[in-house]
Structure formats: C-alpha cells, structure tokens
C-alpha cells in the first residue's frame, strides 16, 4: 500500500537534509516541471541535493496546484512508488490538505512534524548563513505545528532532532513511511 506523507516542521529543523537521505544517489529522475524527484520507491516533491534551497523550496507557493496535480495522475497510481512526500511549508495548507483527504484514502496519509529546540534551531541557521526574517520563522513554526493538529494520533509522528543526526532522522522518516 503506498503512503502520502506530510513532513513539516520550521525552517532549519532538518526537513530537507534528512529527506535527501530517502534518495538512492544511483537511482533518482527529476522531473522538470511540476518538480519531483523521483529514487526508487519514494517520490519527494521538489528537487533534492542542489544545495542552497533545494526539496520543497524549489516550488514556488502557487505552484502547489500544478505539483499535485501531477501526483495525482503520474506518482500516485504508479504501484512501484510506496511513499510520496509532500515537504513543508507549501503543502501544508488548507487547500493541500483539502485535496489529499478528498482523494486518499484515510489511512494512506501520514505527518511526520519535525522540532527542535530554539538554542540548536538558532545554530543551525546561522551555520548557513540564514537571512530569513525571524518573525516570518516563527510564523511557519506555528503553522507546522497548527497543521500537525489535523492528524489522528496513529498518523502523526513527531520527531525532536535536537540530538539527532541526519542519518537517524531519515531512519525515523522511513519507519513512519513503513519502508524498511
């Protein structure tokens, strides 16, 4: 049975950094527009590992749409793809949510929201160089979180990353998606 997941969090939790640990680095195809990136039996919505802002970042808010969409009628019927993951701020709205709870079944929809404490958040940020407005962070921490509370207890995992390496993070990810 395949998976949509939602994976939210605020900026600098490590969303796209453990995401890109799902890649198989021999075995992925992006596609170009809407962008996907696509590695074996995981689809993730934006493309991954170009550095600066790369995974769901890539997608401009209003083209939100167009991506799932494309999930829609390519990814989602695809029986090879077990887990697509729709990657932070700009899928988790309310017409995103809308979409997906219209069309996927209940128990097919998982979250995984990603904290981590303010001290170890500021000094990730910093280490690259973030130039964000600190009032707009805090705004889309608070939506993560108010978007986490859609989600019943057995579809909701939430992961603190404060002491946890990538690697681990991705582990968890994994799990969640019920990809071993």
Known sequence: MSCVMFVIGSPGVGKTTALTGLLDPFGMMLIQRPKWTLSRDVALVGHYGSGGFDGGDTIAYNGAAAALDYWFAHIYTDSSIQLSVLDGDRFSTGNCWQRIIGQVPRDQIKCVYLTCQDVELDKRRASRNNKQNASWMKGRGTKAFNFSR????????????????????????????DLT
């Open 150 to 177: 859609h989600f019943d207890q057995d579809q909701l995992v939430e992961i603190d990353t404060t002491n946890l390496d990538s690697h681990e993070v991705t582990r968890l990810i994994r799990a969640a998606g």
